[in-house]
């Protein structure tokens, strides 16, 4: 019992059957029910019983203005609402009215006091008639007008519309029956009628004593009272807001936008006419329990039909797609009834909404269920439960029961053993083992596998059904998944998956279930008519809607039909599926705080958490839980104490959630995070995530920024790339939570840095993002100029420069680089410094510079001892400064060594076990492989480079090795590759990553020549041009001008004189630059040119020159190409 009904028993002497109403469950709202024979039930004597039933009578009629009183209505009357419980206050979408009546100062001179009062009395009773009817609460009377409420102290479907029929209802009044009762007195009344509709804080008691109401704090009742002051007299008008919400139900006409006193911008204004004859609308809503399955006999046999071809061994894939209750869920149900008699295996994965960014947290959860793995279970029980578990599933190497330890953070040697594995190779490992598990079970029996709500998942997980769905065609598996429109669904394109979106049901079938819920008895033929019109063929409305019917009571039960008790109102059902659900919600009473507490949790709550959390005894909150699940909003699983309570759906969570205010939402987190850091540890240290959210909403800022960072610092670690930037991110916005400090700064430093791998990973090398980030990392570290982060901000900054351009400023960056290294005398840094440093200046062109750069990188670097600075970088730099100097030596003429160094490269990438490195590798050895026309190489590795790059999203890579592969597919004479090479060049230019453009451009200017399309091979040597001056990339300068002298020749009229202008430039170009290979294919284009020309003996004497200068390197095409020319011009006269 309340505090409430306490206080009336004492205030009437009574207060001594306070434990009889407390035993028996006598609530405030309950008060007015209470009848003779109850309360003779009670134990209350006779005389005790008139008393009360009086006072209770007293009760009944404060909803209407007091009429023993009714000589003056205090402008600070506030008639309190049976429904109000505990005294706390809710957020709540309100539709306000002001009413005030005109006139009646002026009746006031003309006639008697007394009959004055009597009219305004009756005026206000019509009004609070009115209101009454359309399920609204007059608030207070002030003087000849009211206030009134539509949505509070309880939500209603349609509440603004409810709020403008009263008004007009009002009108009504006025103009007709208070008219014309005054037209014998001359006098006339007329009344002004303002309503708004928004946000509110709304409930809490203020004041002391008799002068004790009901608060609503926000700007809707003062924008209500001032519409009210703009309306002529007889007027009722509406702010956009209510407007909006009414839609098309009233004839309404824009009287435009008036200034009011406290709203800074001026505010539209609509003046209501009256009702629509007709008016159509659909509703959004959610609610009710499990019925009949009804209908969907297409996607069923549709479902059934994959099913069988999965059970025969042709796996099968269906993305069920829908919106929010149209049905997905029941349709995977009755999937599941209808295999109940064959012998199968059904996993299910639930996705969460508050673990997007944790990788594989619906298979963590899903088998932490099969295993019954609890917070309770110490390691050791744990294991045994996971071996066990093991057992039964199958699982027999000792491998995968490790890698299931370590993705279920089971303390124990199975981490330890993976300490020194690769976080990427163990990521692959733990994939390849669950997909195993998989193709073991369909082994043993065909498997039905549901994921539902997709929207909701984690990269990693996504990663682990495209590898499913990549293998399923040779398993016995059924995958099902649901996902809401707006889910992009990446599986589309593959033959073995069906795409299946649900429809409403026609009007037959939402008839028979209306009569499932009903039980077979029939609804009267106006319910059943209504029902089915407000409910639109979507199921879960309809099982939402008439649950809440049968339990209004306004329906009689008989042996085979219902009657209606009394003419049949409108159904109420609201028009969003917040205002329908906080009408159940409000309907819980005491419980409600409880389904209010479990939202702020999430989407499902323990026992255990709640008992920690609540502050009453066992068994109210155990009666509390018993009436939240009566009532259908939540599904209990398990047995109390290890119970777990889930919201029904998402949405209610996210209803009862937008009732607290902000002062209770944060201190409700605040404990909530506090209990689990105290008494959850081992939760904790498996979802520091959790506890980020909680203290993020808590306000404490502090802890939400650190514990953001371990979920992060831990999904990088097992290469969840992107879930590990989300929650960077979520550190970094916290952050601006925090006061400025040194403290801060450094905190934000260290996040910057980590976070700035993750966002060259995911976003790729030339991102905005990755500019900015690392430009703060600078900005930040300067106050510490010789620390590690300074060195690692400015990288960051330097591969950003080299990949997106333009190169000087990557020049500038990588010589900072090296300087800062050299003085630090770091050997470490100097490795990343030097290959920098190579790698920028072979781009420039400067190759004798970055030869010296990168081989001394390539001598200080310690595998077993440099490994670990992948994760920082993104790539290995002994990897990196091999394949740079492969390249380098080769534009020298020094090509000896270039096998080697690039099949170290490709070694040590392939051992690393790190995705984004070994995808770097296979596109950059690559274009080694496509500059000596290794056309086989390059087509190999490029195909591996595509397949990795696609599945991890490495854009960059992606882009080059596709270009490459384009290349080699025209070597082998197929002209489609020449598509390719265009493809990878967009992709490259969508991602802002010039660098390597101007090679692909040569490339496809070169395919261009051998298809003697003349024209477009010189505009794309133009373009190439242009990208040279614009981002520096002078390596292929000399190429570019070959190339273009060489498409000159084959023009129709062959420009000679400009094409030997073009050769000799670039002859000129390469020589400057040391680069002997191009030097050596200018020399061969241009010999050609002067043999064409006569001039055999000037050729003769350049190519030997030329040749002389390679001494004893190695065999390759160009020096090939250049000997054949070279015989072709002895034996010339």
């Known amino acids: 019992m309340n505090d409430r009904v306490s206080a009336w028993l004492e205030s009437l ?78 957020r709540r979408q309100l539709t306000v009215m002001f009413c005030d009546l005109v006139g009646s100062t002026r009746l006031a001179r003309r006639l008697d006091p007394e009959d004055v009062q009597e009219i305004i009395r009756r005026f206000l009773e019509a009004c609070n008639q009115a209101v009454g009817r359309f399920n609204g609460y007059v608030a207070k009377y002030m003087g000849d007008g009211l206030l009134a409420y539509f949505g509070y102290p309880h939500a209603h479907e349609h509440d603004a519309e409810r709020a403008v029929h009263a008004g007009l209802a009002i009108l009504d009044l006025v103009t007709t029956s208070f008219r014309e009762e005054l037209s014998s007195q001359e006098s006339e009344l007329a009344v002004r009628i303002g309503i708004a509709t928004g946000k509110v804080i709304v409930g809490e008691i203020i004041g002391e004593e008799t002068a004790k109401e009901r608060s609503v704090f926000g700007e809707t009742p003062n924008l209500a009272s001032r519409l009210q002051g703009v309306a002529a007299p007889n007027q009722l008008v509406v702010d956009s807001a209510t407007k909006r919400l009414v839609g098309n139900e009233f004839q309404v006409v824009d009287n435009g936008s008036v200034s009011l006193k406290g709203f800074d911008a001026p505010i539209q204004v609509w003046r209501v006419l009256g009702t629509k004859l007709s008016t159509s609308r659909f509703e959004s809503y959610r609610s009710g329990r499990l019925a009949n399955f009804i209908g969907r006999k297409h996607e069923s046999s549709l479902l059934l039909d994959r099913w069988r071809q999965a059970a025969d061994g042709d796996g099968q894939v269906v993305l069920l797609c829908g919106e929010a209750g149209i049905g997905k869920s029941r349709l ?126 984690d990269p990693t997980t996504m990663d682990l059904l495209t590898r499913i769905i990549d293998h399923i065609q040779r398993m016995r598996v059924l995958l099902l998944i649901t996902f809401r429109p707006d889910f992009k669904s990446v599986w589309i394109e593959y033959d073995h998956v069906t795409c299946l979106t649900l429809n409403r049901l026609p009007r037959r079938q939402s008839a028979e279930l209306l009569a499932s819920m009903t039980g077979g008895r029939a609804l009267p033929p106006e319910v059943q008519q209504a029902v089915l019109a407000k409910t639109d063929g979507v199921p879960l409305y309809l099982e939402e809607l008439t649950e809440n019917l049968l339990e209004s009571g306004v329906l009689t039960e008989g042996s085979s039909t219902f009657s209606l008790k009394e003419p049949l109102k409108e159904l109420s059902i609201p028009d969003s599926l917040q205002a329908l659900l906080m009408e159940r919600i409000d309907r819980l009473g005491a419980a409600k705080e409880i389904i209010q507490l479990g939202s702020a949790i999430g989407r499902e709550f323990s026992y255990e958490l709640l008992r920690e959390i609540v502050d009453i005894t066992d068994g109210e909150l155990k009666n509390m839980l018993h009436s939240l699940g009566a009532s259908g909003l939540i599904f209990q699983e398990g047995e109390i104490p290890a119970a777990k309570f889930i919201f029904k759906h998402a949405l209610i969570q996210e209803a009862a959630y937008s009732t607290l205010p902000k002062k209770s939402r944060l201190a409700l987190h605040t404990r909530i995070a506090k209990t689990l850091e105290s008494r959850f540890a081992e939760r904790v240290k498996m979802e520091p995530e959790l506890l980020g959210y909680h203290y993020e909403q808590a306000g404490l800022a502090g802890p939400a920024v650190d514990y953001w960072r371990l979920a992060a610092q831990r999904d990088a670690a097992r290469s969840a790339n ?178 080697t160094l690039l099949a170290e490269a490709m070694a040590m990438a392939r051992e690393l076990e790190h995705p984004f490195t070994l995808a770097f590798a296979l596109a950059t050895v690559s274009w080694v492989y496509s500059t000596v026309r290794d056309a086989d190489r390059t087509l190999s590795l490029t195909e591996e480079a595509i397949v990795l790059s696609t599945k991890y999203s490495f854009e960059v890579p992606l882009a080059w090795a596709t270009s490459l592969h384009g290349w080699a597919m025209t070597e082998k004479g197929k002209r489609e590759g020449l598509g390719e090479i265009v493809k990878g060049l967009s992709a490259a230019q969508a991602a802002k990553a010039s660098l390597n453009n101007t090679y692909t451009l040569t490339l496809l200017a070169e395919v261009y020549l051998r298809q ?83 001039r055999s003996a000037t050729a003769r004497e350049l190519l030997n020159a030329t040749l002389s200068r390679f001494g004893a390197q190695g065999a390759n095409s160009s020096r090939s190409e250049a000997q054949i020319i070279l015989e072709q011009l002895n034996v010339a006269p």
């Not at 920028?840 to 750069?853: N, V």
């Not at 129709?1052 to 020589?1071: D, F, G, K, N």
Request: charged share 25%; with cysteine.
């Open 13 to 90: 002497g009574l207060d001594h059957y306070r434990e009889a109403f407390e035993q028996n469950a006598i609530t405030w709202d309950v008060l007015p029910e209470l009848t003779d024979e109850d309360l003779t039930s009670l134990g209350v004597l006779l005389g005790h019983r008139k008393k009360l039933l009086r006072a209770i009578a007293q009760l009944s009629q404060s909803s209407g203005p007091d009429r023993a009183n009714s000589a003056t209505i205090p402008a600070s009357t506030v008639l309190t609402p049976h429904a109000f419980g505990r005294d706390q206050a809710e």
């Open 332 to 457: 995977c149900r009755s999937v599941c009834d209808r295999l109940v008699d064959e012998p199968h295996q059904k996993i299910e994965l639930q996705c969460s909404p508050y673990h997007m960014n944790t990788a594989l947290y619906p298979v963590i959860n899903c088998l932490r269920q099969a295993a019954a793995l609890t917070s309770a279970d110490d390691p050791l029980t744990q294991r045994k439960k996971l071996n066990a578990f093991a057992g039964s599933a199958g699982i027999g190497d000792q491998t995968t029961v490790s890698l299931l330890e370590e993705l279920l953070s089971i303390p124990g040697d199975a981490q330890h053993a993976f300490l020194t594995m690769s976080s990427d190779k163990r990521k692959n490992m733990t994939l390849e083992a669950l997909v195993r598990q998989l193709q073991r079970l369909a082994d043993h029996r065909p498997v039905l596998f549901i994921v539902e709500d997709a929207h909701w998942l």
């Open 1012 to 1094: 003697k399309r003349i024209d477009e091979g010189l505009r794309t040597l133009a373009d190439a041009q242009q990208l040279v001056h614009a981002q520096g990339e002078a390596c292929w300068q000399a190429e570019l001008l070959r190339l273009k002298g060489e498409l000159l020749l084959e023009r129709s009229e062959p420009s000679v004189s400009a094409a030997e202008q073009c050769c000799t430039e670039a002859l000129r170009i390469a020589q400057g630059q040391h680069a002997r290979m191009l030097e050596l294919r200018a020399a061969t284009s241009l010999a050609k040119l002067l043999l064409k020309s006569n």
């Open 722 to 899: 992107a879930e590990a930037l989300g929650h960077f991110n979520r550190a970094l916005q916290g952050l601006n939570g925090l006061p400025e400090s040194s403290e801060r700064d450094q905190s934000e430093l260290a996040i910057l840095i980590a976070r700035g791998a993750s966002l060259l990973l995911v976003k790729g090398y030339a991102s905005d993002d990755i500019e900015h980030n690392f430009l703060r990392a600078r900005s930040l570290s300067q106050l510490s100029p010789d620390s590690e982060q300074y060195f690692l901000s400015m990288w960051g900054l330097w591969v950003f420069h080299l990949v997106r351009g333009p190169l000087e400023k990557a020049r500038v960056l990588a010589d900072d680089l090296l300087s800062w290294a050299t003085r630090r005398q770091d050997p470490d840094l100097l490795i990343r410094a030097h290959e920098s440093v190579g790698s920028t200046y072979s781009f420039l062109g400067r190759f004798d510079e970055a030869k010296t750069h990168l081989l001394a990188a390539k001598a200080l670097y310690d595998p077993d001892k440099h490994r670990s600075q992948v994760l920082p970088y993104t790539q290995d730099p002994g990897i990196t400064a091999r394949i740079m100097l492969a390249r380098t030596l080769w534009m020298l003429g020094e090509v000896d060594h270039v096998e």
